[in-house]
């Protein structure tokens, strides 16, 4: 490809050459290559080309425009030997290497901030969103023909700008930066009067700025505008925050109320009075999950280190913090939420936390560690303390610890979940239409919270129609995102876990499309000892996207095969059919 080529779809279509970006004037030409640029590096078939040129029926000389739309759009690009646009069955390739395409960089720019932000770095996080959002020269598309693949990628496009600004935004915030981003925040609040995170961010700007007043007023308008268009209440996260500006919480005037390792690097907090430390809202947690509630108490409550693991996506961290409510008045001084994704080791976090447990009555909720080492460096656990952890293997290296898994859910218990979400009268309606829905969603609350989150924004679709939108497993990870919340994000959590063997045999049982694999079909596949496969096969287990079930199998869940076969290792990105993705750095919340 002549490295001069670059090209840009964040906007009108464009391309790069030697004298600077150029548009392209023919709408075919121009729908040709946006579908190629959406799909870069794949081949397109030439029937989803003519889907993309023409609307009704494509003619009976389809083939040969195509080839002739090819042909001038290559002298164009000054691509005559095709080396850019690839002729190779059943249809054509676009040539893209890293950094030519806008989406590309804009991707990774965001990537990088949401990095920077979750490692404290918040005046980093700021440059980094703003220039990624700099990327954006209007509507994506804005030139193209509006088909089925358009519109998916303009929707995820502008989803991912406004998560980008309130990601932004939450980092000003954070370097009390509230007076400036007041006037924004108005403006994307009237816009966009559904986001709830825009809504915290005003609330928690106008309460800094010393409009007390303001800041109940924003939520008394957004709670009126839901109840009476959707007739839902705002969520717990944002009542908890009303009532917290009502009471005049003193920690809404620092960076964040949030606990979190590096907090604990200097003295312990002085935690007294009726201001408890902070837990995430309660999710909805689940009728069938009362038996694992109550190991798991019983585990805590007799000196165990209580530890929660199973599949991603599974309700891990939902049961943690349940079950930490549940107990957290044995705690007078307080439960504590660390998002330990990032890692919690090393010798000198370890002693803080030992100063921090000792002399106090503490319930500590760890959630998502990645290895037993930083918690067998902790000791200990104090009389009169507690830890719940949340984590994907299990820790089984560790003693006194209890060991509580999350499995997946039955129809019932999916249903159960669903009407809390969606009303019973919706939900019993199609009770076929939730069965499939729960087996294409593998059982994972994560999944089926996120098709309930769509369905509940769009309360005249079916349950049935929603379904359909899942039936083609290679768009099924691209339907299942509202808002924050993405299954593609958390299963791209586990697999950069993951080394490039259990990568590679991830794929190979995702290609070959098999829901449960032995060690001997995984030796085979890999061409590799029983021993060796075994190890393989459990570290899948470990980072949460494979399930060993009682007979020896290892089960993998549909939407980790899916991802699976989109997922390219080494460049941190994940190519979804039409799409380039990178993996974001934010967490996503709780189920």
């Known amino acids: 490809m002549p490295h001069r080529l670059r090209f840009r779809v964040i906007g009108p279509v464009e391309f790069h050459s030697r004298t600077g970006w150029h548009g392209i004037r023919s709408g075919k030409q121009r729908a040709l290559l946006a579908a190629l640029i959406l799909k870069a590096?794949?081949?397109?078939?030439?029937?989803?080309?003519?889907?993309?040129l023409w609307e009704e029926t494509p003619p009976a000389s389809a083939n040969t425009l195509l080839a002739g739309y090819v042909w001038r759009l290559r002298r164009m690009l000054g691509d005559r030997d095709g080396e850019t646009i690839v002729t190779r069955a059943p249809g054509y390739q676009l040539q893209a290497p890293p950094g030519s395409l806008d989406i590309d960089q804009y991707e990774t720019k965001v990537a990088a901030a949401h990095a920077d932000l979750a490692a404290g770095q918040a005046e980093a996080a700021v440059a980094g969103f703003t220039d990624a959002l700099a990327l954006w020269r209007g509507t994506p598309l804005a030139d193209v023909r509006p088909t089925p693949l358009v519109l998916a990628e303009m929707t995820r496009l502008e989803e991912s700008r406004i998560a980008a600004l309130e990601a932004r935004i939450g980092a000003e915030l954070e370097l009390g930066r509230h007076g400036s981003v007041l006037p924004e925040l108005k403006l994307l609040v009237s816009q966009?009067?559904?986001?709830?995170?825009?809504?915290?961010?005003?609330m928690l700007a106008l309460y800094r700025d010393g409009q007390q007043a303001l800041a109940l007023v924003a939520y008394r308008d957004l709670r009126q505008f839901l109840v009476n268009e959707l007739g839902i209440e705002p969520s717990t996260a944002l009542r908890e925050l009303q009532q917290r500006i009502l009471r005049k919480d003193p920690a809404l005037l620092g960076t964040h109320a949030r606990s979190t390792i590096s907090a604990q690097r200097a003295a312990p907090p002085p935690w007294s009075g009726p201001q408890r430390p902070w837990l995430p809202p309660e999710p909805l947690i689940l009728a069938s999950r009362s038996h694992e509630a109550s190991q798991l108490i019983e585990a805590v409550r007799t000196g165990h280190l209580g530890v929660v693991h199973g599949l991603v996506g599974v309700g891990k961290t939902a049961l943690a913090i349940h079950v930490a409510r549940q107990i957290a008045d044995d705690y007078p001084d307080g439960p504590v939420f660390i998002d330990a994704s990032n890692g919690i080791g090393g010798e000198t976090i370890a002693a803080d936390w030992r100063a921090l447990l000792t002399g106090r009555r503490i319930l500590v909720v760890l959630d998502d560690v990645g290895n037993a080492a930083p918690i067998r460096a902790l000791g200990r656990i104090p009389t009169g303390c507690a830890v719940i952890v949340t984590c994907r293997s299990g820790l089984t290296t560790l003693d006194n610890a209890a060991r509580v898994h999350v499995g997946t859910l039955t129809s019932d218990a999916a249903r159960h979940m669903l009407r809390a979400h969606l009303g019973t009268a919706r939900v019993d309606a199609e009770r076929e239409a939730v069965e499939v829905l729960t087996h294409r969603c593998d059982g994972l609350p994560a999944a089926l919270r996120i098709a309930a989150a769509?369905?509940?924004?769009?309360?005249?679709?079916?349950?049935?129609?929603f379904v359909d939108r899942l039936a083609d497993p290679g768009s099924r990870l691209d339907v299942l995102v509202c808002d924050d919340l993405s299954m593609r994000d958390r299963l791209a959590a586990g697999a950069r876990l993951l080394p490039n063997s259990s990568l590679r045999a991830l794929r190979l049982i995702s290609d070959a499309d098999l829901p449960v694999v032995t060690v001997e079909v995984l030796a085979t596949l890999l061409n590799t000892p029983a021993a060796r496969a075994e190890a393989i096969a459990e570290r899948l287990v470990g980072t949460g996207l494979a399930e060993m079930l009682s007979t020896g199998q290892c089960r993998i869940p549909g939407l980790v095969r899916a991802f699976a076969r989109e997922y390219e290792p080494g460049r941190g990105t994940r190519r979804s059919g039409s799409r380039l993705f990178h993996t974001p750095g934010h967490r996503p919340p709780p189920f």
């Open 192 to 202: 966009h009067p559904l986001r709830e995170r825009l809504h915290a961010h005003l």
């Open 41 to 52: 590096n794949r081949v397109v078939p030439t029937e989803q080309l003519f889907e993309e």
């Open 454 to 465: 769509r369905l509940a924004a769009n309360p005249t679709w079916t349950i049935a129609s």
